[in-house]
């Protein structure tokens, strides 16, 4: 899922200045899940604007996900008089928005952080960075793209000490983490092919199926 957090209310406050009628939009899928943006969410924010924002009329409204055109759609009827649409989506979720309705600003109330987990109430961790070319296959499970803090691919740096990472004491070094799966697996002969060159060329990414367009456009 991806995970974000809500933005400080005194930056949240700076971009809704300079309109008078907000409409307030949260996300029922990641965004919920994370409690970031969800009903909950959006009714506190709600709250906390009314408050301070007496001279402006702000609406608010949820819809399933908001990076699907087909809910995205039913905010139509509600934008005509708004001057800009404060969104707690994801990144993802704002610019399908924005291109949607690109006469209307769209605001981001979240600070889209990264795809993760909750590993327990109120902690979420960060586990994929969506590179495009998977390689959890011979890690035994672990991401050295994303859950390494230098995103090495070729081994560890040397510098873990009693298994956490040098760049900060409060995370496992991933690497360590990837020779005891490997070697629980019985898969350690990974770690001494030659590492896996990535093709960055892939970025920014563009996923194409011609089959799912002939079956659409038929
Ligand atoms: S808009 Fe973002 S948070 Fe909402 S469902 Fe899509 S990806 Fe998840
Ligand atoms: S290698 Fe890591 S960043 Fe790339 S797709 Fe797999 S889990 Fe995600």
Not at 15 to 26: C, D, E, N, Q, T
Not at 91 to 105: C, H, L, M, W
Not at 122 to 145: F, H, K, N, Q, S
Request: glycine share 8%; hydrophobic share 35%.
């Amino acid at each position: 899922m991806i995970i974000a957090e809500q933005k400080p209310f005194a930056e949240i406050q700076d971009m809704i200045a300079p309109y008078g009628k907000l409409l307030l939009v949260g996300c029922g899928t990641c965004m919920t899940f994370c409690s970031a943006g969800g009903p909950d969410e959006v009714n506190k924010l709600a709250e906390a604007l009314y408050s301070e924002n007496k001279d402006r009329l702000i609406e608010k409204t949820n819809i399933p996900r908001q990076c699907s055109m087909k809910f995205i759609d039913r905010l139509e009827k509600k934008i005509h008089d708004t001057e800009a649409i404060l969104s707690m989506a994801c990144g993802n979720g704002v610019q399908a928005v924005a291109s949607r309705f690109p006469e209307k600003p769209v605001l981001p109330a979240l600070n889209t952080r990264f795809i993760g987990i909750k590993e327990e109430p109120g902690v979420w961790t960060e586990m994929c960075t969506a590179c495009g070319d998977c390689i959890l296959w011979r890690t035994g499970g672990i991401c050295p793209v994303t859950r390494c803090a230098k995103g090495l691919l070729n081994g560890p740096c040397g510098g873990a000490s009693e298994g956490r990472c040098e760049v900060s004491k409060d995370r496992p070094c991933a690497w360590q983490q990837i020779y005891h799966a490997l070697k629980r697996l019985n898969m350690l002969h990974y770690l001494k092919e030659k590492p896996q060159v990535k093709d960055w060329r892939i970025r920014p990414g563009i996923v194409i199926r011609e089959d799912l367009r002939e079956v659409e456009a038929t």
